[in-house]
């Protein structure tokens, strides 16, 4: 009578645990930008429902992304920015149109990015900001 020795198929599946805890955190794709902190009105989420917004995130460094493409992660140089933006919003000229800026971006650079928005036909631009911190702003400010 023959029996089936599960201990290599337990080390294997610990294995490939193992490699899937790794490099599942690694999968997350996204530009690190540090928002700032201030208090706004949100945006209409029922207007934002219907398609995704096109983002334009601009790093500590000043270098352009958008979340299209196939590679979202990777650096744009101004004129494909601009052609790609064109692209999106020649399609679709409805489309909500944001900006994400870290805070220690100059600011030429944001009115840089605001301006190929501009030209490649956006008609209103928005801003993403941190909510949470910019409460302890107003209350400073208060007093």
Not at 19 to 48: C, H, K, N, R, S
Not at 127 to 141: C, H, N, S, V, Y
């Amino acid at each position: 009578m023959g029996e089936i020795n599960v201990v290599p198929y337990i080390d294997v599946m610990l294995v490939l645990l193992i490699i899937f805890m790794v490099t599942a955190p690694l999968l997350t794709q996204g530009v690190q930008v540090e928002l700032p902190d201030v208090e706004a009105t949100p945006i209409d989420v029922a207007e934002l429902l219907d398609k995704e917004p096109l983002v334009l995130s601009v790093d500590r460094e000043g270098r352009f992304y958008l979340n299209l493409g196939s590679n979202e992660d990777a650096p744009l140089d101004d004129a494909e920015a601009e052609r790609r933006a064109t692209a999106v919003l020649e399609r679709d000229p409805g489309i909500a149109v944001l900006v994400k800026a870290d805070t220690t971006v100059p600011y030429g650079r944001v009115v840089a990015g605001m301006a190929m928005l501009q030209r490649g036909g956006a008609q209103r631009i928005g801003f993403l900001t941190d909510p949470a911190a910019g409460q302890a702003l107003d209350e400073l400010t208060a007093r």
